[in-house]
């Protein structure tokens, strides 16, 4: 029996808006506060596990420059990967930040329930995983009008659209740092646009909950009659 679908016709991945605390208010100053960062910063986001997959060391060298030099600051929501390879990744994380004296303009908070609520009020998702069969964390952002820079990998390319979204090379560090800047660098009216057709994105019924569920019913009743 052939139960496999190509990339372009599967059933997408969900997400959950209940996930999304409407009632807060002034939420980014909250949040600002709490982490001791300047109200007037602008806030890269990371979610997911630090872990090798992940790449979080490519994450914080590629922009390691903008940090030290701009009133940036890199946020990491996700535990840390407990094995040897996840310490050992963290052992380079923490060298690289004393390297480039970037310590004080990166924050850890580990697991946190208001991921998308975090999203909301951040300026740029910086997401430098090298295997994703789906990024959910991708649509999550969009859902939210949050713009992403990504490494083009995999299934990146079905699901980010540019150029409002910029996918770039692997190991390129100097062109994923520069589509930070560009990003960071839109006028407020573009920066509006962008967010309206992302959230138009994240949105799209492909990946609403009750939808999956009616697709996926109905995909598998087709196996058994």
């Not at 997408?12 to 939420?27: A, F, G, H, P, T």
């Not at 990744?89 to 924050?107: G, P, V």
């Amino acid at each position: 029996m052939e139960c496999l679908y190509s990339c372009s016709d599967s059933v997408s991945n969900s997400i959950n808006d209940s996930r999304i605390d409407k009632n807060i208010v002034n939420c980014r100053d909250i949040f600002c506060k709490q982490q001791n960062i300047p109200k007037d910063s602008k806030l890269l986001l990371s979610v997911g596990r630090i872990c090798q997959n992940k790449r979080q060391d490519f994450l914080i060298k590629s922009l390691s420059k903008i940090l030290d030099e701009n009133n940036i600051f890199l946020i990491f929501l996700g535990d840390i990967d407990p094995s040897e390879k996840g310490v050992e990744l963290w052992i380079r994380i923490k060298e690289i930040e004393n390297k480039f004296h970037i310590k004080s303009n990166i924050r850890y908070l580990g697991y946190r329930k208001d991921v998308m609520d975090i999203m909301s009020f951040c300026d740029v998702l910086v997401h430098s995983s090298i295997t994703e069969a789906f990024g959910l964390v991708l649509v999550e952002a969009m859902f939210v009008g949050l713009p992403i820079v990504a490494i083009n990998t995999e299934a990146m390319t079905e699901i980010v659209d540019q150029p409002d979204n910029i996918l770039v090379d692997y190991n390129d560090s100097d062109a994923f740092r520069d589509a930070v800047i560009k990003i960071l660098n839109r006028t407020p009216k573009e920066r509006k646009l962008v967010c309206s057709r992302n959230k138009s994105r994240g949105s799209s019924s492909k990946y609403n909950q009750q939808e999956r569920t009616k697709i996926m019913t109905e995909y598998f009743q087709s196996l058994i009659t």
